[in-house]
């Protein structure tokens, strides 16, 4: 009965790794695409308050906030053998590395718009962009807090927990239609007039790298949320659970 389990799991798993593999073909020409588009049609890449320096802001932002923070979703997926504190500090790593890829690519885009004299956070595209980051930053904060920070309250960690999956997907959904909306717009201010219903190249690259994305995030949702797919505790993870949970219970009772 057993060997006919494992021979089940090791099916989940094949399929698993091979969506796994499909989104990092579909992360990785993403990425890609948007820096042909931005070096090759945009006028490449600077940091001196010119249009170049704003193109580091889309490259940025769909490195971070798409892209790694995608892959940081998937940790608990793929690295299913690695002991859990491990796991939990490769996700807060890309996390990080993620952040501070958004951060650079916010200090970017306010510079130019500074230096070119143009108004700040006007537009659709910045609200949701700006939403979506205030929302991962306290999602990393308080995930650090509940997760990764000693001495956290085991109920405090389950309470928690669907919360923290719930704001996961939903801000890298929200990190999509932010990068979706911000090619739209740029696409809207390069070609002006009728340009871009003539589909230039331009437009055609940028087009497939939303679709792209749109790919990349659908595929990290699915595996996420597949329930076969989770990590499963160990033996030993369970029972520093319960050791926690038991300390936690005597605590409240003296």
Same mark, same amino acid.
Request: charged residues 15%; glycine residues 8%.
């Given at each position: 009965?057993? !060997?006919?389990?494992?021979?089940?799991? %090791?099916?989940?798993?094949? *399929? &698993?790794?091979?969506?796994?593999? /499909?989104?990092?073909?579909?992360?990785?020409?993403?990425? +890609?695409?948007?820096?042909?588009? @931005?070096?090759?049609?945009?006028?490449? #890449?600077?940091?001196?308050? !010119?249009?170049?320096?704003?193109?580091?802001?889309?490259?940025? %932002?769909?490195?971070?906030?798409?892209?790694?923070?995608?892959?940081?979703?998937?940790?608990?997926?793929?690295?299913?053998?690695?002991?859990?504190?491990? $796991?939990?500090?490769?996700?807060?790593?890309?996390? &990080?590395?993620? #952040?501070?890829?958004?951060?650079?690519?916010?200090?970017?885009?306010?510079?130019?718009?500074?230096?070119?004299?143009?108004?700040?956070?006007?537009?659709?595209?910045?609200?949701?962009? %700006?939403?979506?980051?205030?929302?991962?930053? /306290?999602?990393?904060?308080?995930?650090?807090?509940?997760?990764?920070?000693? =001495?956290?309250?085991?109920?405090?960690?389950?309470?928690? @927990?669907?919360?923290?999956? #719930? #704001? *996961?997907?939903?801000?890298?959904?929200?990190?999509?239609?932010?990068?979706?909306? *911000?090619?739209?717009?740029?696409?809207?201010?390069?070609?002006?007039?009728?340009?871009?219903?003539?589909?230039?190249?331009? $437009?055609?690259?940028?087009?497939?790298?939303?679709?792209?994305?749109? $790919?990349? +995030?659908?595929?990290?949702?699915?595996?996420?949320?597949?329930?076969?797919?989770?990590?499963?505790?160990?033996?030993?993870?369970?029972?520093?659970?319960?050791?926690?949970?038991?300390?936690?219970? =005597?605590?409240?009772?003296?």
């Amino acid at each position: 009965m057993s !060997s006919i389990n494992e021979i089940e799991d %090791m099916d989940k798993l094949r *399929g &698993l790794s091979w969506m796994v593999a /499909l989104s990092q073909g579909l992360g990785i020409t993403m990425v +890609v695409l948007m820096g042909v588009w @931005l070096n090759t049609y945009m006028g490449g #890449f600077a940091w001196d308050g !010119s249009g170049k320096e704003f193109n580091l802001h889309p490259l940025c %932002m769909i490195c971070g906030m798409v892209f790694l923070y995608g892959e940081a979703a998937l940790v608990y997926r793929v690295f299913r053998q690695t002991e859990k504190l491990r $796991a939990k500090i490769i996700h807060g790593s890309l996390l &990080l590395l993620a #952040f501070v890829a958004v951060v650079v690519g916010l200090v970017a885009v306010f510079q130019f718009h500074n230096h070119a004299h143009i108004t700040n956070m006007y537009s659709l595209h910045s609200w949701c962009g %700006m939403t979506t980051v205030i929302l991962f930053c /306290l999602q990393f904060l308080i995930g650090f807090l509940s997760f990764l920070l000693p =001495g956290a309250r085991p109920s405090i960690r389950k309470f928690y @927990l669907p919360i923290h999956q #719930f #704001f *996961g997907g939903a801000i890298l959904i929200l990190a999509l239609v932010s990068v979706i909306s *911000g090619f739209d717009e740029k696409l809207i201010f390069k070609l002006k007039g009728s340009g871009y219903s003539k589909l230039p190249p331009t $437009a055609v690259i940028a087009n497939v790298c939303g679709l792209v994305s749109i $790919a990349f +995030v659908l595929t990290i949702l699915f595996i996420i949320q597949k329930s076969d797919w989770r990590r499963k505790s160990s033996e030993e993870e369970e029972n520093l659970s319960i050791h926690f949970r038991a300390l936690s219970q =005597g605590s409240d009772t003296e």
